[in-house]
Antibody, heavy 119, light 106 residues
Framework: VQLLESGGGLVQPGGSLRLSCAASGFTFSSYGMRWVRQAPGMGLEWVSGISAGGGSTDYADSVKGRFTISRDNSKNTLYLQMNSLRAEDTAVYFC?????????????WGQGTTVTVSS | SYELTQPPSVSVSPGQTASITCSGNNLGDKYACWYQQKPGQSPVLVIYQDTKRPSGIPERFSGSNSGNTATLTISGTQAMDEADYYCQAWDTSTVVFGGGTKLTVL
C-alpha cells in the first residue's frame, strides 16, 4: 500500500502548480482521498478532500477558489491543481487515504512533495 | 469554525505514562484520531475512532474521548515515542487538526 506524490517545486507568487499522487496496493476507487499540508516548522493543515467517486469535494477556506482537487480512478491518481499561489502556500503537501470509517481517519500517507512560493 | 486545542509540549520520563489532551466543543460527540510524526517523516495514524489501534501500533498507545476532551495515553513511554502528536476530528465535511504536541522523553 503506497501513495507517491509528485509535482512540487519552486513557483513565483501568482503562479500555478499541479500536484499528483499515485496510489498502489489498494482499491483506489473505493476510498475518499485528502490533501494535507505542513508549512515549515508548523502543524498539519487539511487542504482538500474528494469522495471515492469524485462527485463530492471540499476545501479549506484558505484555498477555496484557488485550488481544485480531482481524481482519475482509471489511473489510480489524485490531483491538486493550485492556482494564484501565495507565499503562505509554501509547505510540504501530503496526500492521504481516508480509512472509509466513521471518523475519517487517514490511514495511509504519502512521503510529501515540497511547494515553495517565492520570487 | 471548529477548533481543536492541544498543549504545545509534554514531557515524560522513560517508562512513565504520557497523556496528551485535545479539547474541542462537544468533541466527545465526534470521533477523534491521533497521528505521530517524527522529524522529516510523514504522519502515522496511531489511534482511530477514539480508542482503536491500527495494525502494527504498540499496545502502549491508547485513546479515550468524552465530553470536550480526547486523550492519547502512552504507557511505559519509550525513547522512540518522542515525536509530535496531532489529534484530528471530522466536522461537517471538513477535517480539523489540533495544533500538535511535542512529546519529549527525558
Amino acid at each position: 500500500v503506497q501513495l507517491l506524490e509528485s509535482g512540487g517545486g519552486l513557483v513565483q507568487p501568482g503562479g500555478s502548480l499541479r500536484l499528483s499522487c499515485a496510489a498502489s496496493g489498494f482499491t483506489f476507487s473505493s476510498y475518499g482521498m485528502r490533501w494535507v499540508r505542513q508549512a515549515p516548522g508548523m502543524g498539519l493543515e487539511w487542504v482538500s478532500g474528494i469522495s471515492a467517486g469524485g462527485g463530492s469535494t471540499d476545501y479549506a477556506d484558505s484555498v477555496k477558489g484557488r485550488f481544485t482537487i480531482s481524481r482519475d480512478n482509471s489511473k489510480n491518481t489524485l490531483y491538486l491543481q493550485m492556482n494564484s499561489l501565495r507565499a503562505e502556500d509554501t509547505a510540504v503537501y501530503f496526500c492521504a487515504k481516508d480509512d472509509g470509517l466513521s471518523g475519517h481517519a487517514f490511514d495511509i500517507w504519502g512521503q510529501g512533495t515540497t511547494v515553495t512560493v517565492s520570487s | 469554525s471548529y477548533e481543536l486545542t492541544q498543549p504545545p509540549s509534554v514531557s515524560v520520563s522513560p517508562g512513565q505514562t504520557a497523556s496528551i489532551t485535545c479539547s474541542g466543543n462537544n468533541l466527545g460527540d465526534k470521533y477523534a484520531c491521533w497521528y505521530q510524526q517524527k522529524p522529516g517523516q510523514s504522519p502515522v495514524l496511531v489511534i482511530y475512532q477514539d480508542t482503536k489501534r491500527p495494525s502494527g501500533i504498540p499496545e502502549r498507545f491508547s485513546g479515550s474521548n468524552s465530553g470536550n476532551t480526547a486523550t492519547l495515553t502512552i504507557s511505559g513511554t519509550q525513547a522512540m515515542d518522542e515525536a509530535d502528536y496531532y489529534c484530528q476530528a471530522w466536522d461537517t465535511s471538513t477535517v480539523v487538526f489540533g495544533g500538535g504536541t511535542k512529546l519529549t522523553v527525558l
